[in-house]
């Protein structure tokens, strides 16, 4: 059973678009939630992270949308260089438990063409 | 520079042979992680560590095994009874701290079976 849907599982966007990733859960005892970022042959690197209590968190040219109500999290990266092509893994993590709890999402191969 | 080192990059076994993945870290962790990455299957949690000479199992051990004799490092045996062991392989450390949620990763081992 997938805790942690993720999509697309690929995605092209030309330099300067927007690239939107969408997450959705139904584990309401989810109450952290990573983004990592990985670039090919490397390890991920987390890359942002949101708590429920907020609905968006900026850094930088990335933004997580948050809508508890819907169950779903969002990845949105502004201004999208061909730098940002990787692959990225939404994740989440119950409540009062550490990393062993935490679940990915299958992940998003991101393409910017220049 | 602190991080996670682990070696082989890529390593080729037979059917039938175990094979070791070393995993090493000095950013004074005292969690570790080995997750497995298949395409479209995102990362999955094989074992996991939380202080010295104790580990746990994830959600797919089976066929694999580890110890953590010292604090440093969490070694990964790949064993025969593993059905499908050609995967990419990545080992993490965290604090172990219900607040902390970064994931350190190390740059993985690739290990194809011929």
């Known amino acids: 059973q997938q805790q942690v849907k993720q999509s697309p599982q690929s995605l092209i966007v030309q330099k300067g678009g927007i690239p939107i990733i969408n997450c959705a859960y139904e584990?309401?005892?989810?109450?952290?939630f990573p983004w990592y970022q990985q670039f090919p042959g490397k390890g991920p690197a987390l890359l942002i992270a949101i708590r429920p209590d907020v609905s968006e968190k900026k850094e930088g040219r990335f933004t997580i949308s948050f809508n508890k109500s819907a169950k779903q999290f969002s990845l949105h990266i502004m201004d999208s260089q061909p730098g940002d092509s990787a692959t990225y893994f939404c994740a989440a993590r119950e409540a009062n438990f550490g990393n062993e709890k935490l679940t990915f999402g299958t992940g998003t191969r991101l393409t910017i063409i220049p | 520079d602190g991080g996670i080192t682990q070696s082989p990059k890529y390593l080729f076994r037979k059917e039938g042979q175990n094979v070791t993945l070393s995993c090493e870290q000095n950013l004074n962790h005292d969690a570790m992680y080995w997750y497995r990455q298949d395409p479209g299957q995102g990362l999955r949690l094989i074992y996991y560590?939380?202080?010295?000479?104790?580990?746990q199992k994830g959600d797919i051990a089976e066929g694999y095994s580890v110890s953590r004799e010292k604090k440093e490092s969490f070694p990964l045996t790949v064993t025969s009874a593993q059905k499908n062991p050609t995967a990419f392989y990545l080992c993490?450390?965290?604090?172990?701290?219900?607040?902390?949620?970064?994931?350190?990763f190390g740059e993985g081992s690739r290990l194809t079976v011929l």
């Open positions: 560590s939380q202080i010295v000479n104790d580990f």
């Open positions: 584990n309401t005892a989810f109450d952290y």
């Open positions: 993490a450390s965290s604090l172990w701290d219900r607040d902390a949620g970064e994931l350190f």
